[in-house]
């Protein structure tokens, strides 16, 4: 598909990493660009482990039994992590932690915007907030008269509209080199993988980090489920095709 | 139960340019999205970051950080108070020359040349995987407000 120079285009850093957002250009899209990044702003307040007061902060500075208030977001991040927790036999979990016992089992949604703490834990979203950022940045590109367009956080992206976009993945032994992996329409894409150590990879069954070749890549309706989802893939190649069949996804793995 | 993407599986193709770079804004683009409508003037530090004065509404800076691969032109916005108004990209280069651990995998490529016409007109734009941080970006953004507070309050 040939470069359209009637893009326009953004990226600014966020969420530890780049955040890129293309839309058609129109009159209203620097304020779409403006809402989409807000919404990202407002994922990384809530759910980065750094921000001192975030709900993930306080959740994990909770005693056991406690009742943590937080943002609706938050909850439907937890809810979501909680599904794919189950759906993967437990490969996804936001609560493990290395040197930790503890699991997303421990912690309780109750209401929209509660959440009960059993035990002590340590919950990081860092492996699903991107893609849930992604989603609302998509959402709030739409509400902004957007009528397509692509928003991509550091690797994990969502196109939108009527027209298919190319997605390109690095390969993971080779990161200049970029592997076509077809069109997407209206769908999401995520990768994980280690290029050359900058990210860790923990297996929730040994609590250990895990080193891997490999990437991999989930393609799904929606980037909280393919960020999510990308895990597990590197965790357990052989099951790949079957855990993210079950989520209603598909999953490209090289190596 | 959402659908399943439509996703159409094409083979396996490979592009590997020598390095892959992306222009999102131009310095004019980036003054406008950080002060829309504002007047600029380039004040002349003799410093590697270039310093416009927004009349009447604060500074305007470009800089450029160096990662381990690589490199990102990036435009400050600070208001009359040297807080930050706006951070936008402005340009962003990479290349992997010097980290390639195993480039023996491409000989599985071998009959497919630089002329070969699969992808190569395919605009390299939706990447999937991750390779930077922003740090050095936030870590820039850092030292130009070092930079506010040494040479640019109150002149």
Redesign the interface.
Known sequence: MKPRSRDARRARPALGTLVEIRVPDFAGAATAFDRAFAAVERVHRLMSRQVPDSDVARLNRAAPGALVAVDHWTWQVLKRAKEIHAATGGLFDCAAAPGKNGSSADLDLIDDRTVRMRRQLVVSLDGIAKGFAVDHAVEALRLAGARAGVVNAGGDLRVFGEEAQTVHVRHPRDPGCFVSIGMVTDGAVATSARYFGNSTLIDPRSRRARRTDWSATVIAGDCTTADALTKPCLLDRRAAPALTAGCGARVVLLH | ??????????P??????A??A?V??SVEQAQQ?IF?KASFVLEDLALKPRVWRVLGAGWFIVDQVVGK?EL?T?AVGLDANGAVRG???LE?R????G?????G??RQFVGKSAADPV?L???????????????H??EGVKRLLVLYETALKGR
């Open positions: 139960m959402k659908q399943l993407p439509v996703f159409l599986l094409t396996v193709a490979v592009v590997a340019p390095a892959y992306s999102y804004l999205a829309p691969s990102i990036y951070i936008e990209i962003y990479e290349s992997h020359g980290e390639v651990r195993n480039p995998w491409r992808r007109d395919d605009d390299i734009r939706n990447i999937s995987g991750a390779t930077l941080s922003c740090r970006v936030t």
